[in-house]
């Protein structure tokens, strides 16, 4: 996070402390090399249920971390939200539960916008499916839009870090069927020069390419290898 982790963390939580839906905890898995984000979370632990998990040994990318808090999460429904990024709207937790309200949903996609200030929130985006996900064309946004029900079992691809949010929605849909959408703006994603998606390398690009085609090529059409090479290409 360019040293603005627990900076980003605050401004995070002090929007969770204002959510209607009050019947949630945080978990934050720690990779932090100083103590700033447990200092915030021991602030925060007298208003709000935060269960702090240190994973500094775990592998150090954003899939295996995010997997981390996902597996010590005690609640019904995992709602994933990176570190920089926040809930923009004081009932977006409210409107997230309730989109669960029937059991046959099993995950769900909310509307984004980006933040560049930590105030305005603008360009907003619903998310929708395209059946060349997984291969970097990313209709959906951040990985901090989607809820998914504990008892699927579905983790992100630790083989993976730029392509993890579309490889995951697809592997969703594949297994799962359609997502509920809730149109409504209620995740801001923050835009920094710390943002996982400002320093991949081309290499990883490729490599994370090359891995979600052999995973998904024996359902692939000449539509999915062009959308694959075309993205490679970019890579190079």
Request: with cysteine; net charge positive; proline share 3%.
């Amino acid at each position: 996070m360019g040293g603005k982790g627990a900076e980003f963390l605050a401004a995070s939580f002090d929007r969770l402390q204002n959510q209607s839906f009050t019947d949630f905890e945080v978990v934050v898995s720690d990779q932090s090399d100083s103590d700033g984000v447990a200092q915030v979370c021991a602030r925060y632990g007298q208003d709000l249920t935060i269960r702090r998990v240190d994973f500094r040994d775990g592998p150090r990318q954003s899939s295996a971390n995010a997997n981390n808090a996902m597996r010590h999460a005690s609640g019904r429904i995992l709602k994933i939200l990176f570190q920089d990024d926040f809930l923009c709207r004081d009932d977006a937790l409210e409107q997230i539960a309730g989109g669960f309200d029937d059991p046959a949903r099993r995950w769900l996609l909310c509307g984004s916008g980006v933040c560049r200030d930590g105030v305005k929130v603008e360009k907003p985006m619903v998310p929708r499916l395209n059946a060349r996900l997984r291969f970097g064309r990313n209709t959906v946004s951040s990985p901090s839009v989607l809820a998914i029900r504990a008892e699927v079992g579905l983790h992100f691809d630790e083989n993976l870090i730029w392509l993890m949010d579309v490889e995951f929605y697809d592997r969703c849909a594949q297994q799962l069927g359609a997502p509920v959408i809730l149109p409504e703006m209620l995740v801001a994603n923050r835009l920094h020069e710390g943002q996982v998606s400002a320093i991949v390398t081309k290499s990883r690009r490729r490599a994370e390419l090359r891995h979600v085609w052999r995973k998904t090529k024996a359902r692939a059409g000449w539509r999915d290898f062009r959308a694959f090479a075309y993205q490679f290409l970019k890579a190079l």
